[in-house]
């Protein structure tokens, strides 16, 4: 065999396995593709509830104009608050590790903030009392155990969920008026929609998926997108009242 | 010939059908005896099935004119049990729920079925929920011996009662009165009162001083009663116990008096 | 189907009496079903037999004992009402019966000829009410109306669980008396099964008012039982009326008890054995006006008594009730000769004894069907008259049948029902002394409300 000949097949290996389309030789796309968008509210919004504090006078004292419901809140454009927008289906079966850092969920002024939060399985979930009167948490979940506690002014209770779950209904049955949300995940990709009703979920793996979002009140809401790497895709969710 | 063969496939074929084993079938195992899940349901048919609905769900036809509802078993949760808040119930605490029943609801005492008719009970009940067969009861709260009560006790007691808020729903008096009592709901949202400690010693889950401590820490899950594990110290269970079952004799003067004093006294 | 003249059948009119007035005994009550949300089946094997969770119910004076017992804790348009009667096809046959030999021609004579009689039928009608007045004060009343009018059948307040202990309940009124196998919740109804012969037996021509442990009695009763009522005890002191209203017999009294243990055999069930005896007098002659009886001043009173032991088994789905009885009267009552005048005993004559029991077996396939089967048999061991045979007027009776619910629910209960019952009793023809056949075939709807 001449060398010309050998020299020619090595180009040509070469050429073929940096071809970039070649799967021995591609690397890993970029997770760092980018859903985002807004949930608004069509529609006349219904005038939120009081919630009447009487029960206590300690939270009473601390709302002295008045407390309101916090299911259905939205802006002057219709953009709906916690609503929460999440992949429900397309990651098969990856898994992911909790972060390291603890969400943290607060009962101030006898109510919860903040009112729906979105926090992974397994990641450390701190419980803070910052009223001077005495809350029980007692959350109502359905795949994940069950458990009420008492929290007097004091330090925070550190919980933590082993199952995924859209929510679990938390509760103070000293103050009945109080109602949060605890979303649980298996994966990262997930996020709560702020005051103007706008979500942004980062560092998605190109892939196809179905995006939810749910709302305590109003129900869920699915869209399917299919994204590349890098790519960036805006979504609109539209809610009616019930 | 060849109608005995058929005849003898249909057998086989039968015997193969009826013979499936019951993806319920389950066994428990509470004292020397041992339950089994399809006895069990037969006798759940019998028994259980019109307040407790043929799937468990609490939905049975007369659920809806029972207060407090039947416990909807497929949840998993369960009122009384000697395991921490959110684990599932030990065999042996749900078939003392079954030969107790539950005071101030239509749940009678089964007492009157023989032992191995509850324990089959046991069994098929546990095939409701997935929770059994996904994870175990964690182990029974340790209830240590319980110390000499003395006035001593019961003072601390009472003000233990003031200072962990269990005035706020079983009221100053443990009438059951308590500012938050009316507002009280269940797992599943219906109203649900506290406890009246002065309507004597029949708690939910038993009578003895030793069974108040015990749901005392272990909270009662599905019900706004809270468990206390994680915020009082054994020693002073004792004393709040001591106090409660002061309460059905009248024991509120020592409340009152609990009251005028500062709280970290 | 053969037909064959007999001759009129040979039972004691007062046991014929007893089966027509209690052809419909009736304690299946939906109405406690409503107040606790169970179902019928929880209380009944298949009603009206008890299981022992509704024994035990029954026991405590109609109490869950959860502390919601008392009517206020009803809706106040609960009525504790029941309401159970059977609408039926039956057909009856009657071996040897007297009838005219030309009909029609009363002086021609009589014959023993076979009498058949069917048709479309009801049964009386049973109004059942029963439960609490307050917390541990219950009470029963049942009235029962047929074409012959009605009668009381049960009246009564009873005092529960006194001094908070299940061992002290008082009943004070006209009730059935305490046995394990009430005849008031028989699983038949036909005119010759529908009842238990040893429960209300007299020898033919016994004069003794008392009409067996069959009959609800006047008078107090004090039971007790264990909290899962496998121990359970009755005495009961009652008037010597049969339970009769309006004081007819005497100022004597009677005396019932029992006592009950129940037992679990690992595998089989809860079985039962127990022990029970009756004592009592009856008035031989009254006061009398114009030669005509003035009611309540019985005189010449005379003993007798009933004792026996019964036994309720459980083997999985089959459940046996077993009972034995030995009745004795004493030889005036059964000569029907008044105490004054022993001169007017036959020479020889004997206080009549006899003995009897049952078999009832049940299978229960589920509380919506239950197969029934009974044998039964009394056995004179001894007759008043000398001149009457050793065996005059024994009997032996057979019972066969099923009852099927189509549903079940707390509300109602409606049972499909057909049975058929054949009798044989010794000697007792009307005119010929022979033995004496006739059996009953009952089908038709037997409801509750």
Known sequence: ?242 | MRMKVILAMGGVACMLLFSTPDGRAQETHIGGLTGNAKRGESLYRRYCIFCHGSRGDGKGENAAYLDPKPRDLTAGTFICRSTPPGSLPLDSDLYDTISRGMNLSGMPSWKSLTRQQRADLVAYIKSFSPRFGNEKPAAALEIPREPPSSAQSVKRGAQLFQSMNCWSCHGKEGRGDGPAASSLTDSKGFPISPFDFTSGTRFKCGQSGRELYRDVMTGLDGTPMPSFKDAMKPDQVWDLVHYLETLAAGGAKVASEAETKPKNE | ?449
């Open chain 1, 1 to 242: 065999m001449n060398l010309e000949y050998l020299r020619l097949i090595l180009v040509g290996f070469f050429a073929l396995c940096c071809a970039g389309n070649n799967p021995l030789w591609a690397l890993p796309p970029a997770d760092d593709a980018v859903v985002n968008g807004v949930v608004k509210l069509e529609g006349n919004v219904p005038s939120p509830n009081h919630v009447d504090m009487a029960g206590d006078p300690q939270c009473a004292k601390l709302h002295p104009t008045g407390a309101m419901a916090e299911d259905i809140l939205t802006d002057s454009n219709g953009g709906l608050q916690n609503v929460i927008v999440f992949i429900s289906a397309g990651l098969a079966d990856r898994t992911f590790d909790p972060p390291k850092d603890a969400a943290t969920i607060e009962q101030n002024g006898c109510m919860y903030q903040p009112h729906v939060i979105a926090i992974e399985v397994n990641q450390k979930l701190e419980v803070v009392n910052s009223d001077t009167t005495t809350h029980t948490v007692h959350v109502l979940p359905v795949n994940n155990p069950p458990w009420d506690k008492p929290q007097p002014p004091g330090p925070p209770i550190e919980v933590t969920f082993p199952q995924q779950e859209v929510a679990i209904p938390v509760k103070c049955d000293l103050h009945p008026w109080m109602r949060g949300y605890i979303a649980v995940f298996k994966h990262p990709y997930f996020a709560v929609t702020g005051r103007n009703g706008s979500f942004e979920i980062k560092n998605l793996p190109p892939g196809t998926y179905t995006i939810q979002a749910w709302h305590e009140k109003l129900g869920t809401a699915t869209q399917e997108v299919t994204i590349q790497a890098s790519e960036s895709k805006s979504l609109e969710f539209v809610f009616k009242p019930k």
């Open chain 3, 1 to 449: 189907m053969r037909i064959v003249t007999v001759k009129r059948i040979g039972i004691p009119l007062l046991v014929l009496g007893a089966l027509l007035t209690y052809s419909q005994p009736s304690h299946a009550i939906p109405a406690f079903a409503r107040k606790y949300g169970l179902p019928c089946s929880a209380c009944h094997e298949a009603w009206p037999k008890l299981n022992n969770f509704g024994q035990v119910f029954r026991d405590n004076g109609y109490q869950l004992g959860n502390n919601r017992d008392a009517p206020i804790y009803q809706e106040p348009s609960y009525f504790p009402i029941t309401i159970r009667v059977t609408p039926q096809w039956h057909r009856e046959s009657n071996d040897r019966r007297a009838v005219d030999v030309v009909p029609g021609v009363p002086s021609g004579g009589l014959v023993e000829s076979r009498v058949t009689t069917s048709g479309f039928d009801l049964s009386g009608v049973d109004l059942f009410a029963a439960g609490t007045l307050y917390k541990n004060i219950s009470f029963a009343a049942q009235p029962f109306l047929s074409t012959n009018g009605t009668t009381l059948l049960q009246m009564f307040v009873r005092f529960d669980n006194l001094f908070g202990s299940p061992w002290l309940n008082v009943k004070f009124g006209k009730f059935e008396l305490d046995t394990l196998t009430s005849e008031e919740r028989l699983l038949t109804l036909n005119n010759t099964g529908g009842t238990y012969y040893t429960y209300h037996f007299r020898p033919r021509g016994d004069s003794n008012f008392f009409g067996g442990i069959g009959d609800n009695q006047l008078g107090i009763e004090l039971m007790g039982h264990s909290a899962n009522s496998y121990t359970r005890y009755a005495i009961s002191v009652l008037s010597s009326n049969d339970g009769q209203t309006g004081l007819p017999s005497n100022q004597a009294y009677d005396v019932y008890a029992d006592f009950t243990q129940g037992f679990e055999i690992p595998g089989l069930g809860l079985q039962r054995v127990g022990v029970y005896g009756y004592v009592g007098e009856s008035p031989t002659f009254f006061q009398t006006r114009g030669g005509v009886p003035i009611a309540g001043t019985g005189r010449g009173n005379r003993s007798f008594y009933r004792a026996g032991a019964y036994g309720l088994w459980y083997i999985g789905r089959f459940d046996f009730s077993t009972f034995y009885l030995h009745g004795q009267d004493n030889v005036f009552l059964g000569n029907a000769v008044p105490a004054d005048q022993p001169f007017n005993l036959p020479k020889g004559a004997a206080g009549p004894a006899w003995n009897g029991g049952f078999v009832e077996a049940h299978y229960t396939y589920n509380p919506r069907l239950v197969l029934i089967g009974r044998y039964e048999l009394i056995r004179m061991s001894q007759q008043a008259k000398p001149s009457l045979r050793g065996d005059f007027g024994n009997l032996d009776t057979w019972t066969v049948g099923y009852r099927w619910y189509p549903f079940m629910s707390s509300r109602a209960g409606l049972a499909w029902v057909q049975e058929y019952s054949h009798l044989r009793s010794v000697g007792t023809a009307p005119l010929s002394g022979r033995d004496d056949n006739s059996n009953s075939f009952l089908m038709g709807f037997d409801f509750d409300f």
